[in-house]
């Protein structure tokens, strides 16, 4: 074998265990995904009672930690995945994938900077000698302000993710590699995750309404995308044919 064709044999992935390496990650973010944002934050937060949300979130001050861990594990995997899924798409469309891939690497950077506000909170809390310059109530309000803009980031990143699913459901649906319906579950998460982010910006008062949206549209695309990684991964003859022509 000539020593480029040997190397692009070497440097080639095999499209299957990348995809049940995306797999795998996806199934991991299911299991932390709760613990970062709901577990450890929605149930110590008291909408509009800034005092009872400081005095829950002093009594289980390890559990937010946690939480906050959790968030750091999520953006991280996010990187991951978000580089592994251009790999396995780009023989379908480089430009596509690239931007897809960009669009996800922009959900996890909105992620790490959003965990800012919730240090913050914690901090406000948990205090030190030097606000003391605050009165108790004024901290108290603070920290809730800084968790209410951390929940709103969360809409934002929420925007990134669900244009990468409209992206990505429209890979999948031209691959050849993987069943096209799957490609029209991930748009409709797609919509569901733009219809909760946007708004939360112009309807806000309309966000369990949005929330339930995301649950029915975007979780049944998700799992099945997850678990079609794990168990098929990808037609492998069809992935090599479309690599070999890019």
Request: aromatic share 10%; charged share 15%; hydrophobic share 60%.
């Amino acid at each position: 074998m000539p020593a480029a064709e040997h190397a692009t044999a070497v440097d080639r992935p095999s499209p299957k265990r990348l995809a049940r390496g995306i797999g795998l990650l996806y199934l991991t973010l299911f299991f932390v995904g709760p613990l970062a944002f709901l577990v450890g934050k929605t149930g110590l937060i008291v909408d509009g009672d800034a005092a009872a949300t400081a005095a829950n979130i002093a009594a289980s001050e390890g559990l937010f930690r946690i939480s906050m861990s959790a968030e750091v594990a999520v953006f991280l995997i996010e990187i991951l995945a978000s580089a592994m899924l251009y790999v396995l798409f780009r023989p379908v469309s480089r430009p596509l994938a690239m931007a897809a891939m960009l669009a996800r690497f922009g959900q996890a950077v909105v992620q790490g900077v959003n965990l800012l506000w919730s240090s913050l909170a914690l901090s406000l809390v948990a205090g030190g000698a030097y606000l003391d310059v605050f009165e108790p109530a004024q901290r108290s309000a603070l920290a809730l302000l800084m968790l209410d803009a951390n929940g709103f980031m969360i809409h934002v990143w929420g925007l990134f993710f669900g244009l990468h699913l409209a992206m990505l459901g429209w890979l999948v649906h031209r691959s050849g590699f993987q069943p096209r319906p799957l490609g029209w579950l991930l748009a409709l998460a797609s919509v569901g995750y733009l219809a909760e982010g946007i708004g939360a910006i112009l309807a806000p008062g309309a966000a369990e309404l949005l929330a339930t949206l995301v649950l029915v549209l975007a979780i049944p695309g998700e799992l099945v995308f997850t678990f079609w990684l794990l168990v098929k991964g990808v037609d492998e003859d069809a992935w090599l044919a479309l690599e070999t022509r890019t």
